[in-house]
C-alpha cells in the first residue's frame, strides 16, 4: 500500500508540474508581446524542459518505486508460500496476479501497459506542443 501510493503521489504531482510548467508556455506566446517570433522559442525550450522533466519522471517511476513495489509484492509471495499449509492461507498476491489476467475491454493487457500509456500519452502532448512551436517559430516574421 505505501508504495502504490508513493507511486500515485509522484504522477499525480508530476501531472501538476507539467500544467503548472505549460501555463509559463502561454505566459510567454501570448499576443501582442514584443517579439513573438523569440517567444515561440523560448515556448519550444519550454517544451524541451517538459519532456526532460517527464522523461526523468518516468526514469524514477519506472527504476526505482516500481523496482520498490516489485520487491514487496516478492516478499508477500514469500509470506504466502510460508501459509499455504494453513487452514486459511494468504492468497493477496494470486489475487492480485488474477486481476492483471481477467480480460479488460476483451483484451489480456500486459502488466505494465497501463504505465507506459500514461507516460507515453502525455509525452505525445509535449512533443507536440514542440512541433507547434518549432512551426509558430518558423512561421513568424523575426
Known amino acids: 500500500m505505501h508504495f502504490n501510493d508513493l ?8 501531472l ?10 502561454g505566459i510567454f506566446t501570448r499576443e501582442g508581446v514584443a517579439d513573438i517570433h523569440l517567444d515561440w522559442l523560448v ?20 527504476f526505482y518505486y516500481n523496482r520498490l513495489l516489485l520487491g514487496a509484492v516478492a516478499a508477500i509471495e514469500l509470506i504466502e508460500s510460508q501459509t499455504a499449509n494453513r487452514p486459511t492461507p494468504l492468497n493477496m498476491s494470486t ?14 493487457w500486459p502488466r505494465f501497459w497501463g504505465v507506459i500509456a500514461f507516460y507515453a500519452t502525455v509525452l505525445i502532448a509535449i512533443i507536440a506542443g514542440i512541433c507547434f512551436s518549432l512551426y509558430m517559430y518558423n ?4
Open 16 to 25: 501538476a508540474g507539467i500544467a503548472a510548467i505549460s501555463t509559463l508556455v
Open 95 to 108: 489475487t492480485i496476479e488474477a486481476e492483471f489476467q481477467r480480460p479488460l475491454l476483451g483484451i489480456v
Open 43 to 62: 515556448a519550444t525550450g519550454i517544451f524541451v524542459t517538459m519532456a526532460l522533466f517527464w522523461a526523468a519522471i518516468w526514469c524514477l517511476d519506472f
Open 139 to 142: 512561421t513568424t516574421d523575426p
Open 7 to 14: 507511486l500515485m503521489r509522484l504522477r499525480s504531482q508530476s
